[in-house]
């Protein structure tokens, strides 16, 4: 109890300035528990502020990195958001409805503090791009590209994350995404052992995935650090993300990731998986 108390003292404290993650912080990938994560999460916050946006007469010119149009048309693509109108998604269940496998009190903290977070900077660097924009501004909205790319990856991974998992999920799927699971990995044991071998061996933070590659008409099993979004980093459409990053799990299973990946296969939605399988194969013309 007394651990559990500390933690959640840490991370009310050190959230309260809600912001995202110190860009060179979030490339050595060492955050190493909750007060540490929320430290660099307030850092971020003071680098888009620090980016200066030149008058237009000033501005350097250049090409912008399509990278920042990417990650909001992904946004945009699974909420239906405008860039800049942002706001944290309702879940469809009670905090508390995942246990045991996922305590309440990791939910609701998850959700409204750190995907919070998320949303309050990537509102801030939209702000900002905006305003670069108007002053054809190329060098800030380049410098903008790794907060917008974190915390709006962060968004995204997140409302799939949330999506991903019901009070009545677990088993195994059925489906289209069933037969192209063991197609591609041979059988679901086959793909559950891939999947949780890939999401427990990721170095510091960040997920692990099934995704759909459009080219070839296969599924496949990723991993991305940190807030990368799937798409942008391996080119595969997201269908079932986990969330390994120490704020998702710590406060139940300790340092025991493993115990934390095979928890989440009790939680799995596999309707909602299917869903956004048939979605990405139709969308890709298969």
């Known amino acids: 109890m007394a651990d559990k108390d500390a933690y959640i003292s840490a991370l009310e404290q050190k959230l309260a300035e809600l912001s995202g993650t110190e860009v060179d912080q979030v490339k050595k990938n060492q955050l190493a528990n909750a007060a540490d994560e929320a430290r660099v999460i307030g850092e971020m916050a003071a680098y888009v502020a620090s980016i200066t946006v030149q008058r237009a007469a000033e501005a350097q010119v ?11 048309s992904y946004i945009n693509a699974e909420l239906s958001e405008a860039r800049g109108a942002h706001v944290l998604p309702p879940l469809k269940y009670d905090y508390d409805a995942l246990e045991p496998h996922i305590s309440g009190t990791i939910m ?8 919070q977070a998320y949303i309050n900077n990537l509102k801030a660097a939209t702000d900002k791009l905006i305003e670069a924009e108007q002053n054809n501004d190329v060098n800030a909205m380049n ?6 790319k974190f915390n709006g990856g962060g968004h995204l991974n997140h409302t799939i994350f949330w999506t991903n998992m019901s009070p009545n999920g677990g088993g195994e799927p059925s489906g289209s995404v069933a037969d ?12 559950k052992d891939k999947f949780s071998a890939a999401s427990v061996g990721v170095k510091g933070s960040g997920w692990g995935w099934l995704g759909y590659c459009p080219k070839n008409d ?3 099993v990723a991993t991305c650090q940190n807030q990368d979004p799937l798409q942008l980093t391996h ?15 710590y406060l139940q299973y300790k340092n025991l990731r493993a115990d934390y990946v095979k928890a989440f296969f009790n939680v799995i939605d596999w309707s909602n998986v299917n869903e956004r399988y048939e979605n990405a194969r139709k969308a890709a013309g298969h």
């Open 235 to 249: 080119g595969l459409v997201p269908l079932l993300g986990l969330d390994v990053w120490e704020h998702a799990y």
């Open 62 to 72: 250049g090409l912008v990195s399509p990278q920042i149009a990417d990650i909001y």
């Open 218 to 220: 296969k599924v496949a």
């Open 143 to 148: 410098a903008l590209l790794p907060a917008i």
């Open 180 to 191: 192209a699971i063991n197609a591609e990995f041979g059988s679901f044991q086959a793909f």
């Open 108 to 115: 609701e903290i998850h959700h409204t503090k750190h995907h």
